[in-house]
């Protein structure tokens, strides 16, 4: 089945900076790659998502890209602010069309 | 806005209880799921169902079974509660598994359940 690595498991940056995490994803076929932030003591929501026929996709100061050759795809964040403190999960979409989930970034901004 | 919960935030159980976790959509979703969630480990599903009394099994469904006998209400049972089952349970639902629009793919999450098995 499809297996999904997310790196870093921290991360840490000062407000302002800009934030990135990998994720590399093991099933060729896998075309849906969604990210979800979840705050403390709240439920994951989505905030970003690609599909594989496109290399990139920006919302904001958050962006996605994809590397279907390499089988791995990033989250950037750009500007950081305290608000983006939260656990980040990146997702393949494996067999039938299920979410594989990587192991979560917990992500610090400091101010 | 689409709304999922859960049946309790916090649920504490004895070793070989038997345990019922409640998730309700009201957002008329095809798909409804059951995650747990565990340090360094993310999301890893238990049980999917895709329509009314239909179920399939995720990556770890051993020692859980799942009930849907109407489309918003999707359950998720430990028939005999154990330790090693004490984490964070996520409830899930989407619209769409499959078809030209992403948009329709999304998972809303209820709040969660953390169960503690003692």
């Known amino acids: 089945g499809e297996n999904v690595e997310q790196h870093p498991s921290t991360l840490s940056v000062q407000e302002g900076d800009s934030a990135v995490i990998k994720c590399t994803y093991s099933?060729?076929?896998?075309?849906?790659f969604p990210w979800y932030k979840q705050e403390l003591g709240k439920r994951p929501q989505l905030i970003i998502d690609?599909?594989?026929?496109?290399g990139e996709k920006k919302d904001q100061r958050i962006a996605v890209t994809l590397n279907k050759t390499a089988k791995h795809f990033s989250l950037h964040i750009t500007e950081t602010q305290p608000e983006d403190s939260a656990v980040y999960f990146c997702?393949?979409?494996?067999?039938?069309?299920?979410?594989?989930f990587g192991g979560g970034t917990r992500l610090m901004v400091k101010p | 806005d689409v709304k999922v919960t859960q049946s309790s935030r916090y649920l504490v159980k004895r070793t070989g209880e038997k345990v019922f976790l409640e998730c309700v959509q009201d957002?008329?979703?095809?798909?409804m799921f059951w995650y747990r969630q565990d340090p360094g480990l993310g999301l890893r599903l238990i049980y999917f169902?895709?329509?009314?009394?239909?179920?399939e099994k995720g990556d770890i469904p051993e020692g859980y079974s799942v009930s849907r006998e109407k489309k918003e209400r999707f359950s998720l049972i430990l028939e005999s509660a154990s330790t090693n089952q004490t984490s964070m349970y996520l409830c899930?639902?989407?619209?769409?598994?499959?078809?030209?629009?992403?948009?329709?793919?999304?998972?809303?999450f209820g709040p969660g359940t953390r169960l503690t098995v003692t």
């Open positions: 997702a393949a979409t494996g067999a039938g069309n299920m979410l594989t």
């Open positions: 690609i599909r594989s026929n496109v």
């Open positions: 169902s895709y329509d009314v009394k239909m179920k």
């Open positions: 099933d060729s076929a896998s075309n849906y």
């Open positions: 899930a639902s989407s619209s769409q598994l499959w078809g030209k629009d992403a948009s329709s793919y999304e998972q809303y």
């Open positions: 957002m008329d979703h095809e798909n």
